[in-house]
Every structure is written in C-alpha cells, then in structure tokens.
C-alpha cells in the first residue's frame, strides 16, 4: 500500500490537473520531513516501476493521477472542460451540478466563459505569449533548482536533489506558475501543449535543452528563428545576420506571421533599409556602417549639408542652381483659396485667410484692399467704410415706427424704442408701472390708531359690564371689577415702559 504522503501527493496531483490551483504548503512540508527521515514510502517504488514499464513500452511516463494504467492527466483531465465541469459542480469533485446551472443565465455564463477561452479571444501574438510561457518555465526551474533542501545530511540531500529534478513533482511547481490566472492566452497554450512539455521534461532535455525552441519553434510551429518570418521561416531582407540592414524592422521577424517588408528607421529607406531616406544624405559609409544626415530643410535629396547641396527639392520649392527657391503660389494659379479669401505665401506653402467684413472679395487684408464694398459699407477712396443709416446715408428712411430710434452698428443698424418706451408684441409703447392693488379699510391705520381703537373697544365691554353690575347681579359685579383691574393694570404698564424709555433716552 501506498505511504500517507504518498496518497495526498496523488490527491494533490489530480486536483491541480482537474485545472484548479490549490495550495500547496502542507504538502510540501509533509514530502520534505518524510525525505528527511530518509524513508521512502511503498508507493514511490511502485510509480518507478510503472514508470520503467511505461518507458519500456514507449510511452511518455508522464504526471500520473495516482492510479495503476493511467497516463498524462495533465493532458487528459486539464483544460476548458474540465474548468467548465468544475464551475457547473459548484466545488472541485461533485458529480451533480447544483440547481443554479438549470437557469438560462447560467447558460449564458457559460457562453460567455467558452467565449474568453476560444482562440479568436486571444490578443496577444501567439510566438509572443509561447516566448513568455517559456521564460516563465525556466524561471521556474531556476526557483525548484534546490527548493525543499537546505541543509542537514549533504551526501542524503545529492541523492535526493538528483531524484527530485527531474521528478513530476517538480514539473507540477514550475506549471503552478507559468501562467497567472487572469491570462487565458497563456493558460490556453499551457493547455494546447502540455503532452509537449511531459514529454520534453521527461525525455527531451538532454538533446534539447533550449526549451523555448524546442517547444514554440519545433513542436508547436509558432516562432520562427531570428531574421526570419512566415510559415515558413523566410528569411528577412538583409539576412538573418543583420535584418533590413540594421537600420529597420522586419515585419514578422521571429514569428510565423509578417510580410517581411523593412520598416527603416527615420532618415534610412530603400527596401533593404540600405540607402538614406528622402530628405537626408550619407555622411559615412563603410562596409558595415551607413550614418544618413539630414539635409537642408528645402531639399528633397541632396548631397550635402549645405542649401546649395540640393539635387531635388521639396513640393512648394524650385531648384535653380543647385539651390531651391520658395515658390509663391498666391501668384500663380498654384492657390485655391475661396471667393472671400487671399491668399498669403509661405515658405514652400500658402494660406488663405478670410477678407474684411467690409469686402466682397479681396486682395489682401483690412477695408484697404477690397474688391467690392459690402452691403452696409460705402467707398471712401480705397477704403470700405461704415455707413451710418440713422444719419440719412441709406438710400429709404430707417426706423420709422412710432416711438423708436435708430442704433447704427458696423455695417448695419437696429431699431430701438424711445427712452420711457419699452416694446411690447413688435410695438414700443409706453413703460408704466403697474397699477397698485386697492387697499383695504385697515391698511393705513397707524400703531396709535390701534391702540385707540383697543382701548374704545374694551371701554365699551367695561362700559356694558358696569351696567350689568348695578343691577345687583354679583357675577358680572365680580367679572367687572376683573376688567377694571385687569385695564388698569394694562395702561399702568403701558405707561410705564414709556415713562422707563424715556428717562433712558434722557427725555
């Protein structure tokens, strides 16, 4: 039977190719105590006779899932499928999914996964996410060089070190971080090519010890070597020594994609990127060498420096003497500027600017250079001037409705109402105020006014209480004498806080 640690190895084994990450920290020290004790569990001795076998037969040994006859899980168990399997379960392992993938949104969900997880998803040029996937391996041999070992029986850890590097073990921790989570690409490829990589792990890296090549160049035919392009692997123009000659990119270059055409960096051209672009010379050359420098600013090739160096010239320049001369379009028929423009030379260039309000047509800038004086302006010499309507210089009155005034303006003009006139409907008509509401019997009266009334007013019900008290009647002799109380009371303070605010103010 199988050691402890030798099961929960093959449980972790066939989690993580089930395409799940799980941690992997117990395990790890579980291995390393076992090893360090110098045992060595049943088990292990049975997987190296399978894999004995297995070699013996001609099979790729592969990682195993723990169980007698069972090959390449990895290449078997991982992938889409498996993950989809794994989100309809709900958790790694449950054969019957849970309710909530009976839902059409779920269904969806799911769509939405194979989606990411197809190839026309991936951004990213595949020699490019192969060359990552690559570095990322053999930095992860470089970090299992001599993980779990450090210290302790030397002779025991060489023995052991040996059996580990090479051992699937190892293989599974340098996946585990090939490819992050969130890049599909990179797991999608891990996915496509991991019968290769079992295969270069297991029996390939003697003869072929560049991985990268091995496996994005000869297995899966993705990357082409230096200096060369296609599905082929043409060569690049230049050579594969020196591509474009060294002074360009090859479209492709490493990839079985590209044209092979050189993109030339500025100042070089040419298709071979080998001779100096338009606008620039050789100022050395050997037979590795070119130095291209540019030319004077009016030239479109030249052989030299200097503005008398040019052999051709730049549009908007003539060559005259091995000079090039600025040629002014605004007068020839070279400009097109609009009916309302002129035209400004540049050099090797023009511009059209608009004319002056004034103009209809022009020949230069301001109301100096007018053709024809717009509508609102008249002729005063060679200039375009205002025309004031208010005064009379219109040819019909202006503003004749009653009540307004005329505002001249440039150009124009614009009728306004009268002071006191404000327009209403079209019509200026006179700005009253509105009319005040009417007011009410009591919106006059003074504070005084009040107080006389109130005291009118309680005199009377004094007055009425006084008569009904001598008729004998004690109620309202009683209700009497609380109203004589209570008004006196009422002046008496009233009283007082006058006689109090006036001595305050000195009064």
Same mark, same amino acid.
């Given at each position: 039977?199988?050691?402890?640690?030798?099961?929960?190895?093959?449980?972790?084994?066939?989690?993580?190719?089930?395409?799940?990450?799980?941690?992997?920290?117990? =395990?790890?020290?579980?291995?390393? !105590?076992?090893?360090?004790?110098?045992?060595?569990?049943?088990?292990?001795?049975?997987?190296?006779?399978?894999?004995?076998?297995?070699?013996?037969?001609?099979?790729?040994?592969?990682?195993? /899932?723990?169980?007698?006859?069972?090959?390449?899980? =990895?290449?078997?168990?991982?992938?889409?499928?498996?993950?989809?399997?794994?989100?309809?379960?709900?958790?790694?392992?449950?054969?019957?999914?849970?309710?909530?993938?009976?839902?059409?949104?779920?269904?969806? %969900?799911?769509?939405?996964?194979?989606?990411?997880?197809?190839?026309?998803?991936?951004?990213?040029?595949?020699? +490019?996410?192969?060359?990552?996937?690559?570095?990322?391996?053999?930095?992860?041999?470089?970090?299992?060089?001599?993980?779990? %070992?450090?210290?302790?029986?030397?002779?025991? $850890? $060489?023995?052991?070190?040996?059996?580990?590097?090479?051992?699937?073990?190892?293989?599974?921790?340098?996946?585990?971080?090939? #490819?992050?989570?969130?890049?599909?690409?990179?797991?999608?490829?891990?996915?496509?090519?991991?019968?290769?990589?079992?295969?270069?792990? %297991?029996?390939?890296?003697?003869?072929?010890?560049?991985?990268?090549?091995?496996?994005?160049?000869?297995?899966?035919?993705? @990357?082409?070597?230096?200096?060369?392009?296609?599905?082929?692997?043409?060569?690049?123009?230049?050579?594969? +020594?020196?591509?474009?000659?060294?002074?360009?990119?090859?479209?492709?270059?490493?990839?079985?994609?590209?044209?092979?055409?050189?993109?030339?960096?500025?100042?070089?051209?040419?298709?071979?990127?080998?001779?100096?672009?338009?606008?620039?010379?050789?100022?050395?050359?050997?037979? /590795?060498?070119?130095?291209?420098?540019?030319?004077?600013?009016?030239?479109?090739?030249?052989?030299?420096?200097?503005?008398?160096?040019?052999?051709? #010239?730049?549009?908007?320049?003539?060559?005259?003497?091995?000079?090039?001369? !600025?040629?002014?379009?605004?007068?020839?028929?070279?400009?097109?500027?609009?009916?309302?423009?002129?035209?400004?030379?540049?050099?090797?260039?023009?511009?059209?600017?608009? #004319?002056?309000?004034?103009?209809?047509?022009?020949?230069?800038?301001?109301?100096?250079?007018?053709?024809?004086?717009?509508?609102?302006?008249?002729?005063?010499?060679? &200039? @375009?001037?205002?025309? !004031?309507? #208010?005064?009379?210089?219109?040819? $019909?009155?202006?503003?004749?409705?009653?009540?307004?005034?005329?505002?001249?303006?440039?150009?124009?003009?614009?009728?306004?109402?009268?002071?006191?006139?404000?327009?209403?409907?079209?019509?200026?008509?006179?700005?009253?105020?509105?009319?005040?509401?009417? &007011?009410?019997?009591?919106?006059?009266i003074t504070d005084d006014e009040v107080v006389v009334l109130q005291q009118m007013f309680f005199g009377a019900i004094i007055c009425a209480l006084a008569t009904l008290a001598a008729k004998g009647d004690m109620?309202?002799?009683?209700?009497?004498?609380?109203?004589?109380?209570?008004?006196?009371?009422?002046?008496? /303070?009233?009283?007082?806080?006058?006689?109090?605010?006036?001595?305050?103010?000195?009064?």
């Amino acid at each position: 039977m199988a050691s402890d640690w030798q099961r929960e190895r093959t449980r972790m084994m066939s989690r993580h190719t089930a395409g799940c990450h799980w941690p992997r920290g117990g =395990l790890d020290h579980r291995i390393a !105590d076992h090893r360090a004790e110098g045992g060595r569990g049943e088990g292990e001795e049975e997987e190296e006779e399978e894999r004995k076998e297995e070699e013996a037969a001609g099979g790729t040994g592969g990682l195993r /899932s723990g169980a007698r006859g069972r090959r390449g899980p =990895l290449a078997r168990k991982a992938g889409r499928w498996s993950f989809l399997r794994w989100i309809a379960a709900g958790r790694g392992g449950m054969e019957t999914p849970v309710p909530w993938m009976k839902t059409p949104l779920s269904l969806l %969900f799911l769509l939405f996964i194979l989606w990411i997880l197809s190839p026309s998803s991936s951004q990213q040029e595949p020699c +490019q996410t192969c060359r990552s996937l690559a570095n990322n391996f053999i930095k992860g041999l470089e970090r299992t060089q001599r993980e779990n %070992f450090g210290g302790g029986n030397t002779a025991w $850890e $060489e023995e052991k070190l040996a059996k580990y590097a090479n051992s699937e073990t190892r293989l599974l921790e340098v996946l585990e971080g090939v #490819c992050s989570k969130s890049d599909f690409a990179c797991n999608q490829l891990l996915e496509r090519s991991e019968e290769h990589v079992e295969r270069w792990w %297991f029996h390939e890296q003697q003869q072929h010890p560049d991985f990268f090549q091995w496996l994005c160049m000869d297995a899966l035919r993705l @990357c082409c070597p230096p200096g060369t392009y296609g599905p082929d692997c043409h060569t690049c123009p230049g050579g594969v +020594q020196k591509p474009c000659s060294g002074y360009g990119q090859c479209d492709g270059d490493g990839t079985r994609g590209g044209t092979g055409l050189c993109m030339c960096q500025t100042g070089y051209g040419g298709p071979f990127c080998s001779e100096c672009g338009d606008g620039y010379y050789e100022a050395a050359r050997n037979d /590795s060498h070119l130095v291209c420098a540019e030319c004077y600013r009016a030239c479109g090739r030249c052989s030299g420096p200097e503005d008398s160096s040019c052999l051709r #010239c730049k549009r908007g320049w003539m060559l005259h003497d091995r000079r090039c001369i !600025d040629i002014d379009e605004c007068g020839t028929d070279m400009a097109h500027c609009r009916a309302n423009q002129f035209c400004i030379n540049t050099e090797g260039s023009y511009e059209c600017r608009d #004319c002056a309000k004034a103009c209809i047509g022009c020949m230069g800038a301001g109301p100096s250079r007018c053709k024809k004086c717009n509508k609102g302006y008249r002729r005063d010499g060679v &200039k @375009c001037l205002d025309m !004031d309507e #208010c005064a009379g210089e219109a040819e $019909e009155p202006v503003c004749n409705g009653a009540n307004e005034a005329c505002e001249n303006t440039d150009g124009g003009y614009r009728c306004i109402c009268a002071e006191g006139y404000v327009r209403k409907e079209g019509i200026c008509e006179e700005d009253k105020p509105p009319d005040a509401p009417e &007011k009410g019997f009591f919106d006059d009266i003074t504070d005084d006014e009040v107080v006389v009334l109130q005291q009118m007013f309680f005199g009377a019900i004094i007055c009425a209480l006084a008569t009904l008290a001598a008729k004998g009647d004690m109620v309202f002799t009683a209700i009497f004498i609380g109203a004589v109380a209570a008004m006196a009371g009422y002046w008496l /303070s009233e009283r007082s806080d006058r006689v109090l605010d006036g001595f305050i103010k000195g009064r």
